[in-house]
């Protein structure tokens, strides 16, 4: 794989960004500034932004693995290290899991385990672990993904496993217990205050109050999400659904920049004050991938992005958001969640030791598998019809120490690319060159 700093390298930067990002760019120029900014912090921030420039380099390349279906599964397609973290599932356990499911679609089940490789090993460099330290914690994330997959082959269920406080070790036990301690009412006290004896959302930088035609647009659509919710999924009581206020939102993380968003609070579990609900309703944009593969069966099967993204995170997921679902606003998708007050990522600027990694890889390995695995024939969609976990261990029978070899290799030349990539990027934005002028 060559990582040359070239010209015509530069070139294929400035116009994959340009053709993923222009609209968004246009539409919020400073959301997009401030982007680029923390993109061009350090190579995995550069990375984190840009999967589109992931998938324009590998859906050119070859892929001997994935074959007899694996190669067109329900992928997370924005698999990085920071991906992952902690939420409470439908059924009321706080679970360890991947999250950020907002460039799921339809591909090869390589393209995760490789956009994975690729920032593990970006966080190992930058981390100064030697490279053989970095090729064995990929080689063990790869082989922990593979047992699961053997485990899901030999098992009836593809929902027996999960990452809880029962279950975890090491740093993501540490996550977990810090999750548990958390409280609505902190979180609810921190977006809101009290006006005339029931919350309502704080006024801060982050939020901005809506015209009354905006808002009864938006209080529409949230009425059009509920109907979205599967019936299994729904609280008895209407009363949760009860609406107390709307806001525009901003202030998202690297990957939804120039995206627009509001935050709707509702009644929650009950009338006591301290079980209020926040949702995120979040305009979903297109995911990356879609734009280098054939989308034509796929597109058809979705009403909007918002429709895919929550149709696929419930796919990926076997203990979806109970309160996931989707809505339009001006002809345009938007996808609805819990703004959960018992979210926490997986810290990586205290995981430094190659022995603390090796025990995240292990459990991200087999969440990996998890994912892939529940999202086929016994899932709620259709579009997957075959057992996926079949389907993996046939593309790799008797080549699985290959397998292996060839993504610790493809990981460790790839983020060498990305740190090329990364100073080209820079030195492009510095020039005003990447669609915004750096100031």
Same mark, same amino acid.
């Given at each position: 794989?060559?990582?040359?700093?070239?010209? *015509?390298?530069? &070139?294929?930067?400035?116009?994959? @960004?340009?053709? +993923?990002?222009? =609209?968004?760019?246009? #539409?919020?120029?400073? %959301?997009?500034?401030?982007?680029?900014?923390?993109?061009?912090?350090?190579?995995?921030?550069?990375?984190?932004?840009?999967?589109?420039?992931?998938?324009?380099?590998?859906?050119?390349?070859?892929?001997?693995?994935?074959?007899?279906?694996?190669?067109?599964?329900?992928?997370?397609?924005?698999?990085?290290?920071?991906?992952?973290?902690?939420?409470?599932?439908?059924?009321?356990?706080?679970?360890?899991?991947?999250?950020?499911?907002?460039?799921?679609?339809?591909?090869?089940?390589?393209?995760?385990?490789?956009?994975?490789?690729?920032?593990?090993?970006?966080?190992?460099?930058?981390?100064?672990?030697?490279?053989?330290?970095?090729?064995?914690?990929?080689?063990?994330?790869?082989?922990?993904?593979?047992?699961?997959?053997?485990?899901?082959?030999?098992? *009836?269920?593809? &929902?027996?496993?999960?990452?809880? @406080?029962?279950? +975890?070790?090491? =740093?993501?036990?540490? #996550?977990?217990?810090? %999750?548990?301690?958390?409280?609505?009412?902190?979180?609810?006290?921190?977006?809101?205050?009290?006006?005339?004896?029931?919350?309502?959302?704080?006024?801060?930088?982050?939020?901005?109050?809506?015209?009354?035609?905006?808002?009864?647009?938006?209080?529409?659509?949230?009425?059009?999400?509920?109907?979205?919710?599967?019936?299994?999924?729904?609280?008895?009581?209407?009363?949760?659904?009860?609406?107390?206020?709307?806001?525009?939102?901003?202030?998202?993380?690297?990957?939804?920049?120039?995206?627009?968003?509001?935050?709707?609070?509702?009644?929650?579990?009950?009338?006591?004050?301290?079980?209020?609900?926040?949702?995120?309703?979040?305009?979903?944009?297109?995911?990356?991938?879609?734009?280098?593969?054939?989308?034509?069966?796929?597109?058809?099967?979705?009403? *909007?992005?918002?429709?895919?993204?929550?149709?696929?995170?419930?796919?990926?997921?076997?203990?979806?958001?109970?309160?996931?679902?989707?809505?339009?606003?001006?002809?345009?998708?938007?996808?609805?969640?819990?703004?959960?007050?018992?979210?926490?990522?997986?810290?990586?600027?205290?995981?430094?030791?190659?022995?603390?990694?090796?025990?995240?890889?292990?459990?991200?390995?087999?969440?990996?598998?998890?994912?892939?695995?529940?999202?086929?024939?016994?899932?709620?969609?259709?579009?997957?019809?075959?057992?996926?976990?079949?389907?993996?261990?046939?593309?790799?029978?008797?080549?699985?120490?290959?397998?292996?070899?060839?993504?610790?290799?493809?990981?460790?030349?790839?983020?060498?690319?990305?740190?090329?990539?990364?100073?080209?990027?820079?030195?492009?934005?510095?020039?005003?060159?990447?669609?915004?002028?750096?100031?």
């Amino acid at each position: 794989m060559a990582t040359a700093r070239t010209p *015509d390298r530069t &070139d294929v930067i400035v116009e994959v @960004l340009r053709d +993923a990002f222009a =609209p968004l760019m246009r #539409a919020d120029p400073a %959301a997009f500034r401030a982007k680029y900014r923390k993109m061009a912090r350090d190579p995995h921030a550069f990375y984190r932004g840009t999967a589109c420039l992931f998938f324009h380099d590998v859906t050119k390349e070859a892929d001997e693995w994935a074959a007899h279906g694996a190669e067109k599964i329900w992928i997370h397609g924005d698999l990085h290290v920071e991906n992952f973290g902690t939420y409470l599932n439908s059924d009321g356990r706080l679970v360890f899991d991947i999250n950020d499911f907002d460039e799921a679609y339809l591909g090869r089940f390589t393209w995760d385990l490789q956009r994975f490789a690729a920032s593990l090993a970006l966080v190992a460099w930058q981390k100064a672990l030697p490279e053989d330290a970095i090729r064995k914690l990929i080689a063990r994330y790869a082989r922990s993904y593979l047992a699961q997959v053997n485990h899901y082959v030999a098992s *009836d269920s593809d &929902d027996d496993f999960e990452i809880t @406080l029962d279950t +975890a070790y090491g =740093p993501v036990l540490i #996550a977990l217990e810090e %999750a548990r301690a958390m409280r609505r009412a902190d979180l609810l006290d921190d977006l809101t205050v009290m006006q005339r004896g029931i919350r309502k959302f704080a006024d801060d930088p982050s939020t901005r109050r809506l015209s009354r035609e905006e808002r009864t647009e938006v209080v529409a659509a949230f009425r059009a999400y509920l109907d979205t919710i599967p019936q299994s999924k729904r609280f008895d009581r209407d009363l949760f659904y009860e609406l107390r206020d709307v806001v525009g939102k901003s202030g998202f993380g690297i990957g939804s920049a120039g995206l627009p968003a509001y935050n709707v609070l509702v009644e929650g579990y009950s009338q006591a004050l301290d079980n209020d609900v926040v949702l995120s309703m979040k305009q979903a944009n297109i995911p990356a991938v879609s734009r280098f593969v054939d989308t034509s069966e796929v597109d058809a099967y979705f009403e *909007d992005e918002g429709h895919r993204t929550s149709v696929s995170q419930r796919a990926l997921q076997v203990h979806t958001d109970p309160l996931l679902g989707h809505t339009v606003i001006g002809g345009v998708g938007y996808v609805v969640s819990e703004v959960s007050p018992y979210e926490v990522d997986l810290d990586w600027d205290e995981i430094n030791e190659p022995e603390d990694m090796r025990e995240v890889v292990d459990l991200l390995g087999r969440a990996t598998a998890k994912i892939h695995c529940a999202s086929d024939e016994d899932s709620q969609q259709d579009l997957v019809d075959f057992q996926v976990e079949k389907a993996i261990a046939d593309s790799l029978q008797g080549r699985r120490n290959d397998f292996v070899a060839w993504l610790c290799d493809w990981g460790i030349d790839y983020a060498a690319r990305v740190r090329d990539d990364h100073a080209l990027f820079v030195d492009a934005f510095r020039e005003g060159r990447v669609g915004i002028a750096a100031t």
